[in-house]
């Protein structure tokens, strides 16, 4: 074999064992999902068929494209509460709070992620690419209203079935939102073309 083929092999396998599968399956649907949007006005995506393990509910936390977003910030919405240790002591002095259950680790900048809650509550993560910053077309996701104002970022597995909208009639443009089976702030129906 010549070395160029060598090279050639050891690039190709790289780039397949680096990518995350969890990773290409969700933009690959999104893909796929806003061209079926765009014919059809509107697409389904549920999150359940591109995981490859059980799991409950779901929340996404969206980075940052300047600086990371601090485990310690995250720590509070993945469980729910504020706590009582100030984030800095969190932080630097490294004080924990054993009222935060969950615990993580940073969001570096152009990088999303999700939080799976599994039956046996365990978490499992998955971090993406930025579906703001680095994805075209962008996502984003609508949540479940509590009551006329307020929304619950948690999403059960059985809302994880996504309407899913275009705002764009060129495929590889514009936002791909998402909206859960549940009431949310905002209709599907409000979204409108930009490029038409």
Known sequence: MKPTAYILTFIALTILTGCDNFERRFYEKID????????????????????????????????????PYFKEDIEEVINNRTSEVHWEDRRFKKINDPKLFFKTTDLPINRDRFYFLTPDKKMIEKEIKS??????????????????????????????????????????????????????????????????
């Open 32 to 67: 796929q999902g806003q061209l079926n949007a765009i014919k059809n006005g509107s697409d389904t995506f549920d999150l359940a068929t591109i995981t490859d393990f059980e799991w409950d509910s779901v929340i996404l936390i969206r980075g940052n494209e300047s600086v």
């Open 131 to 196: 579906g703001i910053h680095k994805h075209r077309p962008a996502f984003d996701f609508n949540y479940c209203l509590t009551d006329s104002i307020n929304e619950r970022y948690w999403l059960s597995k059985n809302e994880c079935k996504f309407m899913l909208k275009s705002n764009s009639v060129n495929a590889g443009q514009g936002t791909v939102f998402f909206y859960p089976a549940c009431k949310t702030k905002f209709s599907p129906d409000s979204v409108k073309f930009h490029d038409e």
